[in-house]
Structure formats: C-alpha cells, structure tokens
C-alpha cells in the first residue's frame, strides 16, 4: 500500500500541472453570450482601429459595444491620431508592414492609392455591401470594379444661418441667387456680418467653392460635362464662379485673411454672424457651443432658382492587407453595413448613414439627409480632382487664397487651375 502511494501523489501532480498548461496556453471565450460553459469555444482576437476623428473615442466605445453584444471574442481598441497627421502616420506605418488592423480610408483618389499600392484588402464578397447606391461604394472602389472600402457616412454642404437673426430683421431665405446676394446686402447695411469665413486655411476655400460653384453654373449639368471633357475650367461659367467668390469676401468678416476654422465657427456660435457655409459634421460642435442657437439650414439657389446641397462619401473603413486577423475585420466590417449600426451612428454621431433608410430623430440632420437625397450635386475637387502634383484641389485652394490677397485675377485662377487639370485629367486630354 505504500508503495502505491509513492507513486501515487507525483502522478497526480504532474496532472495537474498539465491541466494548468493545457488552460494557460491559450484564451478562449464562449461564442454565445449566455455565460454558460456549454456553448462552442472560440479563441479571442484583439483587432485595432485606424482614423483621423479624435473627438469621437467616446463614441465608437459605443460602436465597439454593440458590435460586442453578438461578437464577445472580438476586442477592438479604437486609436486614433490627429486629423492633420493621418496620412502620414497611416502610410509609413503601412509601407513598414504595420498600421492597425482596420483604418479609416481617405474618399476617392486619395483612398485608392493605398489600395493601388497593395495595403488595403479587397472585400468584394463583404456581406451587406449590396444595399449601398453605386455613388457611396465608388468612393473606395478601382476602375476595376474591386470594393475596398464601407461608406460610413455621407457629407453635405450648405449654408447654415441663424434663425433668431433672420426673424429680428425680417429676413427671408433666399431662393434665387439675386436673392442670396441681396440678403447679404440686407445684413451688412444692419451692420450684422452676413457669412462666417475665413480665408486662411485653404480647404475651407474649395469647400466653399464647392457650395456656391454649382450655383453659378448650374450645378450638375456642368458637372457631368466637366467628366466628358465636353467643359473644362476654361468655361465662362467656371471663370464666373471664381469671380463670384472675390465677390463675396466683402460679405465675410474684418480680417478675414487670418481666420481659420475655429475662428469662423466661433463668430457664428457666438451669434456674431448670420450664416455659416460649412459642413454637416458641424451641427453637433455648433450646437455644443451655444446649446441655445436656433440653428437652420438653406440649399444654395441658382439664378434660375435651382437648389444644390454638394455631398461625398466622406470616409470609409477599410482593412489592412498586412492584418493577421482579417477574418475578425470583416466580421466587423460586415456589422458596420447593418440597420442596428447605422440607427446608433445618427444618434451617436449627429451624421448622415450611408447606409440608405437610416433616419433621425434630429429634425435637422433628417432635412439635410432629405437634401442630400434630392438636392444633390458631388463635391467635384473631393470625388474627382484629388489627382495631380500638387493636386488639382490644393491649386485651387492655393491660387484662391492668393487672390483674396490681390495677388491674382479669378481668370488667373481659373487658368491655372485648367492647366493643372489638363496634365491629369484623362477627359481634358481629349
């Protein structure tokens, strides 16, 4: 009996230490959310998120929660970087192998390079893609027909003004451009400073542009004719809308030339200005600001009264190429397609879904979707003119804060502008 029992207790010994091995090797959860210990196993993976919106950590922890409900083995940490050091955090973290496992994709051209260069991961077979329109999948798709991206949210911009100005003065949305003009007008002899806008930071140059270029020359038709080669920036009606944007410098605020972004945004919070050209994505930091600003919006009017929001896809999620857990990024980019993402997103993020049918509570936000969905015309320097070195965007840019400083004629502009485009752009070449 003894002798038994020697040899019994370093046999049960080395058992246990096994089991401990056996247990400690790998982690592992259970596939379903019951806490039994009856359902499959799956082993976790740990995933990371690449983007340019720092201000909203808070918000895809919520993401991230939700997606979480059904994938519990799936942990994602959301690491931002600054918006104006994106790229190139982006792409030498890709060039060396690296980046996270998922990344925001910069829209059209921009976005697409990374896929030309190899880094991004096709997803043509991603369930849930078929329930987009054509615009939003072609903002990470390649001449060839590959998807590389998932729309996250649709962009418009407009003028916003502020109500409680408009009624104290008897002032009218205007629907003609003779009545925008006229409005402006109203509100200088009133001593109100009719458009928040600054000149110093040069995107907010084209994106202007970008709202009241369709105006002046009729919006989409122009558009569509710019993409045949049929028009170029040579056209009278081009030349035109870079005249109308000298034109409205005596509308933006003293000193215009040294205001940037937070500057204007703070004017017209602040109730200093009466209207606000900018970008959906600044309802909820307006609001933010001055909770109590009666806040409205108007799409741009034509001369013949026509009306334009311009909008874009403006980002997508894409997946590393180099990911070693690519199959756990698709399954989050597959809940990124669905209803329940797409409700939370409005909610959460004061943004246009792409994902069509996704409503808001925000009487606001659902106008403006309404808008974009009727009223539509692209943000052509975004979806098209992002080629070119420098870009076709950035001239513009460069060459219109040049002329508010004098140094150049809008026929200048234009003309420099064409030039840029033509050495690219496969239409202007024929």
């Not at 329109?133 to 072609?138: D, I, K, N, R, T």
């Not at 911009?157 to 925008?180: C, R, S």
């Not at 000193?255 to 606000?276: K, P, Q, V, W």
């Not at 797409?342 to 994902?355: D, H, N, P, T």
Request: glycine share 6%; net charge negative; with cysteine.
């Amino acid at each position: 009996m003894r002798q038994k029992s020697k040899w019994l207790l370093p046999f049960l010994l080395l058992l246990v230490v096994a089991l401990v091995g056996c247990n400690t090797d790998k982690k592992s959860t259970n596939a379903t959310t019951s806490g039994k210990e009856d359902g499959p196993k799956t082993e976790e993976v740990s995933l990371t998120i690449g983007s340019w919106r720092t201000e909203d950590v808070a918000k895809y922890e919520k993401v991230i929660a939700l997606f979480n409900e059904q994938h519990p083995d799936i942990h994602i940490s959301f690491n931002p970087t600054k918006n104006t050091e994106y790229n190139t955090v982006l792409n030498t973290a890709l060039q060396a192998g690296e980046g996270p496992d998922i990344f925001h994709l910069r829209p059209y051209a921009a976005g697409l390079k990374l896929a030309e260069a190899g880094y991004v991961e096709k997803i043509n077979d991603l369930s849930g893609l078929r329930a987009y329109p054509e615009e939003a999948l072609m903002a990470s798709r390649d001449e060839q027909g590959n998807q590389y991206g998932v729309p996250i949210n649709l962009s418009s911009t407009q003028f916003f003004y502020n109500k409680k100005i408009f009624k104290d003065n008897n002032l009218e949305v205007p629907t003609t451009w003779g009545e925008f003009i006229a409005l402006n007008d109203q509100l200088l002899e009133k001593g109100i400073t009719p458009i928040a806008m600054g000149t110093k930071e040069g995107w907010l140059l084209s994106l202007l542009h970008g709202i009241v270029g369709p105006a002046i020359y009729e919006g989409n038709d122009f558009y569509q004719a710019v993409l045949t080669g049929e028009k170029d920036f040579s056209d009278a009606q081009f030349i035109e809308s870079i005249q109308v944007m000298n034109d409205l410098k005596k509308y933006f605020p003293a000193n215009s030339e040294g205001l940037g972004m937070d500057d204007i945004r703070t004017l017209f919070a602040l109730e200093d200005a009466a209207m606000f050209p900018l970008g959906s994505w600044e309802i909820p930091v307006v609001l933010e600001m001055n909770p109590d600003l009666d806040l409205g919006y108007f799409p741009i009017p034509s001369k013949e009264g026509h009306k334009t929001v311009t909008t874009w896809v403006d980002g997508s999620f894409a997946i590393n190429a180099n990911s070693k857990n690519k199959e756990a990024a698709k399954e989050f980019l597959a809940f990124l397609t669905t209803k329940e993402f797409g409700e939370l997103f409005v909610r959460e993020f004061s943004m246009i879904s792409a994902i069509p049918g996704i409503t808001s509570d925000d009487a606001l936000l659902n106008d403006i979707s309404n808008s974009t969905a009727n009223e539509a015309t692209p943000y052509m320097w975004v979806t098209n003119f992002t080629g070119g070195d420098p870009t076709t965007k950035s001239l513009l840019e460069s060459e219109l804060q040049g002329m508010y400083l004098d140094q150049v004629t809008p026929e200048e502009v234009a003309k420099k502008v064409q030039e840029n485009a033509k050495a690219w752009f496969t239409p202007f070449q024929q």
